[in-house]
């Protein structure tokens, strides 16, 4: 069975500065794979998804996120935070090929600090 | 386009009442789901559908029923709530492999 982990339960970054999320994945061949993004009392968006070719995938809000086979890692990066990128980001994996659902990690709560 | 419409988005019971969640997705996707979110356990899949009329045990069936309506609609209903079952539900529908979410209904159990 698929999953997913999240090393970080929460991270601490000041406004301006650089971010790196950790996601690491379990599943035999190449999955799909997600960073979604979860404002407080919001539901989830997508902030990018990897499905094959370039393992540099770029997203919305300036995210990216890099996929590393040998790593079966699939961290999220942002250069520059702003305040607003204040949430709970989740990574999630999906087997790309049947209707049974995005497998999820247990989130990251991002703190951003004046 | 309103995408993924979920009622109610709050609820309150009482332990042993019985309730349904409705959601409607208007992007004609066949997949439908229905996650429940609890701090610290991300999201768990509870039951999910890949087409009208099939439905398929998640990670966390139990104390849940759900009917696909027809193509648009997925209900999840609790016959006999408990407390357990206190949490964020989150309805979704996925195109190729993607998902797209409802806005949640949070629903407490007493």
């Known amino acids: 069975a698929q999953s997913v982990t999240q090393p970080d339960i929460h991270i601490t970054v000041s406004e301006g500065a650089s971010l790196e999320l950790r996601c690491n994945y379990s599943y035999g061949a190449t999955p799909y794979l997600f960073w979604y993004v979860q404002s407080p009392g919001q539901g989830l968006q997508l902030l990018l998804k990897y499905f094959s070719g370039d393992t540099l995938v770029q997203g919305i809000k300036g995210f990216e996120a890099e996929f590393k086979r040998s790593q079966s890692s699939f961290n999220l990066r942002k250069p520059s935070v702003h305040w607003s990128d204040a949430a709970e980001y989740f990574c999630?994996?999906?087997?790309?090929?049947?209707?049974?659902?995005?497998?999820f990690g247990k989130g990251t709560h991002l703190i951003i600090q004046p | 386009n309103a995408g993924v419409t979920q009622t109610p988005k709050f609820q309150v019971l009482k332990t042993g009442q019985s309730m349904t969640l409705q959601c409607a997705q208007d992007m004609n996707h066949n997949s439908m789901y229905w996650y429940r979110q609890d701090p610290g356990m991300g999201l768990r899949l509870i039951y999910y559908?890949?087409?009208?009329?099939?439905?398929d045990k998640g990670e966390v069936p139990n104390g849940y029923n759900v009917s696909r309506l027809n193509k648009r609609e997925f209900s999840l209903r609790l016959e006999s709530a408990a407390p357990s079952q206190t949490s964020v539900y989150f309805c979704?529908?996925?195109?190729?492999?993607?998902?797209?979410f409802g806005e949640g209904s949070r629903l407490t159990v007493l």
């Open positions: 999630a994996v999906h087997s790309g090929g049947g209707a049974d659902g995005l497998t």
């Open positions: 559908s890949a087409s009208e009329g099939t439905t």
């Open positions: 979704a529908s996925m195109n190729t492999g993607e998902l797209f």
